[in-house]
């Protein structure tokens, strides 16, 4: 009888610990839903497998409403990657298809800045001779959710990104941040058959208040 009072204490403790561990910076976490406004950022970083070549600019999801002169416009490439502004609605679809992925996500108490560099940067091409075999890299895509109040990180395998990337194509409604995400998974080296670059969607260009800094792509 006491061991048995023994067992479910030490259970209880096992299991008190891993709830208390669930709420601390970098515990494993459920992705939350991102209402509201201006609620949610996504980032996107790959780096592609070597000796594969493909861009490795991080891709930036940011949401706004109608009201927003951003709304609606081309991507705009700033130094913390290729910028794409979006609806609450198509937020909340790309963080529902993520979370569909069924990713190992981290939390952390505070968002984090997308001008810092992803957790696995590429590694370099290896030192001369080049006759020696260059080292094989399998490559991962790191996903992350900012909030306004924390951050959610998971890495996505190489050779996943393709198909995760195409779940979350029917998130997208407006022409414009439709047809950059197809441009996008084309540069990842995806094949996308109904995205045609010559058939740019009608719409307005991104305004000059995206800041100097920023070059606007597609405009």
């Known amino acids: ?21 669930g709420q601390g910076t970098g515990s494993i ?15 996107f970083v790959y780096n592609p497998p070597i000796p594969q070549t493909n861009s490795v600019t991080p891709l930036i999801l940011r949401q706004t ?11 705009v490439l700033v130094p913390e990657g290729l910028t794409q502004w979006i609806s609450p609605a198509e937020m909340n679809g790309v963080v529902e298809g993520l979370r569909k992925l069924n990713l190992t ?47 959610f990180v ?3 395998p190489s050779k996943d990104v393709c198909s995760a990337m195409q779940s979350l194509n029917s998130a997208f409604r407006i022409p414009i941040a439709l047809y950059n995400f197809q441009g996008t998974r084309v540069e990842w080296g ?14 307005p260009t991104a305004r000059v208040s995206v800041g100097l800094e920023g070059m606007i792509l597609g405009g």
């Open 190 to 203: 995806c094949k996308v058959p109904d995205y045609n670059p010559a058939k740019r969607p009608d719409g």
């Open 65 to 75: 409403t109608k009201e927003d002169s951003r709304y609606g416009t081309w991507s």
């Open 154 to 156: 998971a890495d996505l």
């Open 29 to 43: 976490a459920v992705v939350p839903e991102c209402p509201g406004e201006n609620s949610c950022a996504v980032r």
């Open 105 to 151: 996500w981290s939390r952390s108490q505070e968002p984090i800045s997308f001008g810092r560099q992803a957790r696995k940067p590429r590694p370099p091409p290896p030192l001369l001779p080049w006759k020696i075999p260059m080292a094989r890299h399998d490559g991962t895509m790191e996903i992350d959710i900012n909030t306004r109040s924390s951050a």
């Open 1 to 21: 009888m006491r061991l048995g009072k023994r067992w479910l204490a030490l259970v209880g403790l096992l299991l008190w610990h891993g709830v208390a561990r």
